[in-house]
């Protein structure tokens, strides 16, 4: 059994069908002429260890083309593959030494596509942006913490949700090479500001059983006394709670623990 990932419909009424199975085993990209009923393969990956699905894909902006999310590599890339050849390689856009989270926002008037990533570390989510011809991608957010972005449609500004370890989602609008990022939102009430919440600090350190290196997200008291002994709490050990954002009650709970004097950690 088969479950459509993405679909998009291409300037000239062709559809392309993002496909996956339900164990995520296998993955396929379609293509469907206008007036016509049959799939067209462009594309099939296998692979027998894969058990998510963080696919998506979109058409290139020349129309010709196929950007498409995968996880052919070590890390989550974005991929752009030519419909018309019939053996067509996909090729790398992004950086193989980080992962990209989420789907593309493909722009045809800038001629762009923009992507989340976590190039600067894995607890950072950052707004890049790569030329639809080809090149280095570029970093386009700059305060630390999560960023969704959204382009504009002419691709000159970025509509942002911003939140870090200690503040709540908000609404920034930047142009998108000149001018910091101007806040439109203030969410939490005025109370909110006055609490002391704990502060999150990273750090990193090798394996003891592999060659991996292993990152520690640590949420401490703002008073932490030298000498004191304090007991400490590990929290879940998966990659998606380790990231400097907003985690809503489950965050606060952890605020709260902080408050009576444990310290919570996160591998």
């Given amino acids: 059994k088969n479950q459509v990932v993405d679909f998009a419909w291409s300037e000239d009424g062709v559809l392309l069908l993002d496909l ?5 085993v296998d993955r396929w990209l379609y293509t469907v002429e206008p007036g016509d009923s049959d799939l067209r393969e462009i594309w099939h990956s296998h ?12 058409w ?25 050849a019939s053996d067509a390689t996909p090729k790398l856009l992004t950086g193989p030494d980080y992962d990209v989270l989420g789907a593309p926002s493909v722009v045809a008037a800038a001629n762009a596509i923009f992507f989340a990533a976590n190039g600067t570390s894995p607890y950072e989510r950052h707004a890049y942006r790569v030329s639809a011809n080809g090149g280095e991608p570029q970093r386009i957010t700059k305060m630390p913490g999560q960023h ?9 500004h970025l509509a942002i949700l911003h939140s870090d370890d200690r503040t709540p989602a908000e609404l920034y609008v ?29 750090v990193s350190f090798p394996s003891r059983v592999d060659d991996y290196t292993l990152h520690a997200r640590i949420l401490e008291p703002t008073n932490l006394e030298p000498g004191r002994k304090y007991p400490v709490i590990f929290g879940p050990m998966y990659s998606n709670t380790f990231r400097n954002r907003w985690s809503g009650i489950y965050g606060l709970v952890q605020q709260l623990l902080v408050q009576k004097g444990y310290i919570v950690v996160q591998v």
């Fill in 20 to 24: 996956a199975s339900d164990t995520a």
């Fill in 47 to 58: 692979r027998e260890s894969r058990i998510y699905t963080a696919f998506a894909s979109a």
């Fill in 60 to 84: 290139h902006p020349d129309g010709k083309r196929i950007v498409f999310l995968s996880d052919m590599g070590d890390r989550y890339g974005l991929y752009a593959i030519d419909t018309m």
């Fill in 148 to 156: 969704d972005a959204y382009p504009s449609p002419d691709g000159r």
């Fill in 174 to 202: 930047m142009k998108m090479y000149d001018g910091a990022p101007r806040r439109v939102t203030t969410s939490p009430l005025p109370e909110f500001e006055e609490r002391e919440w704990g502060r999150a600090r990273y």
